[in-house]
């Protein structure tokens, strides 16, 4: 599973990536957390607000942070 935490590195995008970390952690599911903060890359998304979050190439989230919880249920769909 690959999943992608897109933004510039504000604490919003910050807080989304250690809370994905945690989610995939807990779960014990094997997946690539990847930060993107490449600005190109994150417009290819169609992304206008960060921070957002991309699982397996779709997504998922974005313009907020939402919690562990929520992750762990888009990561388990």
């Known amino acids: ?3 992608k935490v897109l933004g510039t590195g ?9 809370q994905t970390n945690q989610a995939v952690e807990e779960l ?3 997946a690539d957390v990847i930060k993107v903060e490449d600005i190109v890359e994150i417009m290819n998304y ?22 562990t919880t929520e992750i762990k249920e888009f990561l388990t769909k």
């Open 1 to 3: 599973m690959e999943i």
């Open 10 to 18: 504000c604490t919003k995008c910050k807080t989304l990536e250690k």
């Open 28 to 30: 014990g599911i094997n």
């Open 46 to 67: 169609n992304i206008m607000a960060t921070p957002a979050l991309v699982i397996n190439g779709k997504v998922v989230v974005k313009g907020k942070v939402p919690s």
